[in-house]
């Protein structure tokens, strides 16, 4: 006869992200990749909240910060544009996420990813553009996870949030 354990997460303090939210935030962080780097903007945008925000360094002392459906709308058109017509090609490829519950609705997350780009049309070798990281205010919206905050930063550019490390 096989001996079962329960299944527990010993380094994960409560109140834990259940497997079901899990899988819908894991979603939600793969359709903003997939959205902004193939330009479904208006989807990319609607995953935030109506007054969402993006944050993330132009330099090492300057950022930006979007706020609104609308103004993400904008931003994401202009950041496409590259001068003589062209489309800049985007990929964004995300590391695992670590995520813990603030509240029952309401979440804060860690993602490390790597930015890939090249210009559409001279077909060049994609190079990497970035290594950063994510860390993500995430709130449930009329059944919806949603971002309500997100913001950009260079990978190991500062502490991580509290929350995760509780």
Request: proline share 5%; hydrophobic share 40%.
């Amino acid at each position: 006869m096989l001996t079962t354990y329960p299944l527990q997460n010993v380094n994960t303090l409560e109140p834990v992200v259940d497997v079901d939210t899990r899988a819908r935030v894991a979603d939600l962080l793969s359709r903003y990749t997939t959205y902004f780097d193939y330009g479904y903007i208006e989807a990319w945008a609607d995953l935030f909240t109506v007054d969402g925000q993006l944050d993330f360094p132009l330099s090492e002392d300057n950022r930006i910060v979007v706020t609104g459906r609308d103004e993400l709308i904008g931003f994401s058109e202009q950041t496409a544009r590259i001068p003589g017509g062209s489309r800049l090609v985007s990929a964004h490829f995300a590391g695992a996420t670590t995520m813990s519950r603030v509240a029952e609705d309401r979440l804060t997350a860690f993602t490390p990813v790597l930015m890939v780009g090249s210009d559409l049309r001279r077909w060049t070798a994609p190079g990497v553009e970035g290594v950063g990281a994510y860390v993500d205010d995430i709130v449930l919206v009329d059944g919806q996870w949603r971002f309500q905050r997100r913001v950009a930063d260079l990978y190991g550019n500062g502490p991580l949030p509290d929350a995760l490390v509780r």
